[in-house]
């Protein structure tokens, strides 16, 4: 084989070095364009390569090559979480569209109409899964739908995609993802007209820097979260945490009601660095009896300056009463970086008592009653309450988005607050 590729010339060795063919793996490949299918799903772990399979795979329809379809696809949606990750990820990225190597002419990138558009006129427009009725209308011959387990209402805006594939002889969509046992998930792997491709984030491992490698693929290889975030498996249920999927899906709510509270609660890290524990940021609202939690703010190995400006801006942001802020281990600490920053917000210290299993189940009980809702999805937090135990979170990390969560709605439901003015979300 050496003596082979030496005898090659010198333009055909450096196209092989760039030919998506040669270089991808089997999973990163799509079924034969000559077969039935209509839907793809890559499930994989973080950094696997998802971003580079859906670029390259809607870069190859939209210049018609004969690997991937048998005639150009004029139209593409690109359909991300939010705009700003169709653009970051799915276009800008490394491995997005416009950072492929350049075969031939360049696609051309408009951000102000939200379209790329190459040499042959094929067009990929640029949606976000925020706005599901943004997709009535249009229609496509492909759509590239990536990390669908994080969008705000998945099966909606994955529905209403459907509809818009009706163009061309075989209209095809790929789903990229780290899974989540969400039910469009469910449904995509139950379905057998689905045709499912799996990565782990270690098949990938020659693509990545040794610093991820080792810090995050070495803590979290083999524990739940590792087996969802890096191996790209589907994780249902620990038997024994305290709350379920189907009990938070049941709970879950578009949007708030109008709001007689605001709080955001802050679980500071007692240290900070690269191995440090998240600060817990936490935004929830109550009308008086039921409780809403309204966003996750939490941020990884931030100086205490960074995640006190978070806090803040979200305070901010929804008008918020009071933080909350944990003062066990680094407490006070983190009232003064406040202070610092923002002298005129109200700080509400509370001090546990009692250790993390025995302050959540209280907060448990009253999902359970029905008296606490998820506005919109809440993914990483999520992922925390239906992977804590008695013993913590399996994979013997801090819970510290589920501290922070438990700090507000025990301060909004299970102490008495005052009556401050109703706003409306």
């Known amino acids: 084989m050496p003596a082979f590729l030496a005898s090659l010339p010198a333009p055909l060795l450096a196209s092989l070095a760039h030919d998506w063919l040669h270089l991808a793996r089997a999973d990163q490949l799509p079924p034969c364009p000559q077969a039935d299918w209509t839907t793809w799903a890559v499930i994989g772990g973080r950094g696997c390569g998802k971003t580079r399979t859906g670029a390259e ?89 990536d990390e669908v387990a994080k969008w705000r209402t998945p099966e909606a805006t994955y529905d209403m995609l459907q509809f818009g594939l009706r163009l061309g002889r075989h209209p ?89 509270r605001i709080v955001v609660a802050i679980d500071p890290p007692a240290s900070s660095g690269p191995r440090a524990d998240a600060c817990g940021i936490v935004a929830v609202g109550s009308d008086g009896s039921h409780a809403y939690v309204l966003a996750d703010a939490t941020l990884r190995r931030a100086v205490p300056q960074a995640w006190a400006s978070a806090a803040l801006a979200l305070y901010h942001r929804l008008q918020a009463d009071s933080l909350v802020v944990e003062v066990n281990q680094g407490g006070e600490m983190a009232s003064a970086v406040l202070a610092e920053i923002d002298a005129g917000v109200p700080v509400t210290p509370v001090r546990a008592t009692r250790g993390k299993y025995l302050r959540a189940e209280p907060v448990s009980v009253l999902y359970a009653q029905g008296r606490v809702h998820h506005v919109g999805p809440l993914p990483e937090l999520e992922d925390e309450m239906c992977d804590f135990g008695p013993e913590g979170l399996s994979s013997g990390a801090s819970p510290d988005r589920l501290d922070a969560l438990v700090w507000a709605v025990t301060h909004l439901l299970l102490r008495p607050g005052a009556e401050p003015r109703i706003r409306r979300l």
């Open 57 to 145: 795979w809607v870069s190859a329809l939209a210049q018609g090559d004969p690997a991937f379809t048998a005639e150009p696809v004029g139209r593409i949606a690109l359909v991300g979480e939010t705009y700003a990750d169709v653009r970051d990820v799915m276009i800008e990225g490394p491995s997005g569209l416009l950072g492929l190597p350049r075969r031939g002419s360049a696609p051309r990138w408009s951000p102000s109409r939200r379209r790329v558009e190459w040499a042959n006129g094929a067009l990929a427009l640029a949606f976000s899964a925020e706005e599901p009725d943004s997709l009535r209308g249009p229609q496509f011959g492909a759509a590239w739908s």
């Open 172 to 260: 095809r969509n790929l789903v990229t993802t780290t899974p989540r046992p969400i039910p469009l998930i469910r449904r995509l792997l139950a379905d057998p007209a689905v045709v499912v491709s799996r990565a782990r984030t270690a098949d990938n491992a020659g693509n990545l820097a040794p610093a991820f490698l080792e810090a995050v693929v070495g803590r979290y290889a083999g524990t739940r979260l590792g087996r969802q975030e890096l191996d790209g498996e589907l994780i249902e249920d620990r038997a024994d945490a305290l709350w379920t999927r189907a009990g938070l899906e049941a709970g879950r709510r578009d949007r708030a009601p109008d709001l007689g």
